[in-house]
């Protein structure tokens, strides 16, 4: 097949659910167009949802805040906190610990890049660190 003919638009509606917890807006992925390299997805999270912490093995992300507020937790034991705003963009190298938390009190909407065709390829759940997160939040 000519690349060319690979050439597609992924439009809204599609949906799935991650390994980290979510339903998903389904972009463009190994799943929707075959991508190898790179794939774009949609996270929609209401008020007080919070990520399975986890981990990609050898894959990097970048989160565009498309609208709202979330917290994210990363580090070997979820020890660090950022806050990302409508606008921002959040990089988490690969094999870093993290777990986005919506403490707003009002819905977020994320946009994911990842350097795998998948956003669930190298997916790695630690649900030692779900504990010390919930324990922290006082959930």
């Known amino acids: 097949m000519a690349e060319t003919e690979r050439v597609r638009v992924v439009s809204p509606g599609?949906?799935?659910?991650?390994?980290?917890?979510?339903?998903?807006?389904?972009?463009?992925?190994?799943?929707?167009?075959?991508?190898v390299n790179i794939c774009m997805n949609m996270l929609p999270m209401p008020?007080?949802?919070?990520?399975?912490?986890?981990?990609?093995d050898g894959i990097e992300t970048i989160?565009?805040?498309l609208a709202g507020e979330c917290a994210m937790y990363f580090g070997e034991r979820l020890e660090q906190r950022l806050v990302a705003r409508t606008g921002d963009q959040v990089y988490v190298p690969a094999n870093v610990p993290h777990a986005p938390a919506n403490e707003s009190g009002a819905p977020c909407?994320?946009?994911?890049?990842?350097?795998?065709?998948?956003?669930?390829?190298?997916?790695?759940?630690?649900?030692e660190l779900d504990q010390l997160l919930a324990a922290r939040q006082g959930r």
């Open 109 to 127: 909407t994320w946009l994911v890049v990842h350097s795998s065709g998948s956003d669930q390829d190298g997916i790695v759940l630690l649900p």
């Open 63 to 65: 989160a565009y805040m």
């Open 14 to 35: 599609q949906t799935y659910v991650g390994k980290q917890g979510f339903t998903y807006g389904a972009g463009a992925s190994a799943e929707t167009v075959g991508a």
């Open 47 to 56: 008020p007080g949802a919070v990520a399975r912490a986890h981990h990609h």
